[in-house]
């Protein structure tokens, strides 16, 4: 029997948790801006559905872009969390992915680090190409990346035992799998979604608490942050994070 999934403790990331950092500075301050970035000339006009809006930090990012924004986050309390930062700018729905109604479809979907979470990814995947996705529109697919080099050094290292593991600190945050490029598209094409844009977002030597505690010197250029961006352009392998863009396939 599968244990019932308390999402508002795997979110917990506060001061007085004694668990790893959930969320790094490395996160808001450089994947979120590079994210934008890449999705940004995909992007459709019209409607944005956001899958999984934690706290709302990334959500702030797509206003600018879009006025009709969708929300579905399973944690009441992150949600709690981003009406405060957003207030009616967005409508928030709470449920599980698996379980949520929508009235329409939408012409940009977004699921940024979250289908590692899911327990059922492919059968999400399937309600985004079938149900919510528009004719024309855009899915924006990231994932955290299981060859990122800083992962890769931590398997030399001992401290993971191998690329794709779930590590006990991500297990306690909900995390169920962990992605490469190829296992990525496995499950967005069992989907029944067509993936037409493959990439990766920043190149990454580094853990993320590494680069939080860098981030604070000058040692860090913006300079720098942007060839690590033009690099995993050309590596995407070794990026942080791995995108694919898909489109509404053939329902199967």
Not at 7 to 33: C, G, I, Q, T, W
Not at 92 to 110: G, Q
Not at 205 to 217: G, H, I, P, S
């Amino acid at each position: 029997m599968t244990t019932a999934r308390n999402y508002n403790n795997e979110l917990d990331d506060s001061e007085n948790s004694e668990r790893e950092k959930y969320a790094y500075s490395y996160d808001f301050d450089v994947m979120h801006p590079y994210m934008i970035r890449s999705f940004e000339p995909f992007f459709n006009k019209g409607s944005l559905l956001e899958l999984g809006s934690y706290k709302g930090n990334f959500t702030t990012r797509f206003l600018p872009y879009f006025n009709d924004v969708t929300c579905v986050e399973a944690s009441d309390v992150a949600i709690e969390e981003a009406r405060k930062k957003l207030g009616n700018k967005v409508i928030f729905v709470n449920s599980l992915f698996e379980k949520a109604t929508l009235l329409k479809r939408y012409d940009n979907i977004v699921l940024t680090h979250v289908l590692e979470h899911l327990d059922d990814p492919v059968l999400v995947l399937k309600r985004v190409n079938e149900e919510w996705l528009a004719e024309g529109g855009r899915f924006f697919l990231v994932c955290p990346n299981a060859n990122a080099p800083s992962r890769q050094i931590a398997v030399k290292m001992g401290l993971i035992s191998h690329n794709t593991a779930v590590t006990p600190a991500e297990a306690e945050h909900g995390h169920r799998c962990t992605y490469s490029l190829d296992t990525l598209e496995r499950d967005a094409v069992a989907a029944g979604l067509k993936v037409v844009h493959r990439s990766g977002i920043f190149f990454k030597a580094l853990a993320n608490f590494q680069w939080d505690r860098l981030l604070k010197t000058d040692i860090i250029s913006k300079e720098y942050l942007e060839g690590c961006y033009k690099l995993g352009q050309h590596y995407p392998d070794l990026c942080s994070s791995i995108f694919l863009l898909c489109e509404r396939g053939d329902n199967k």
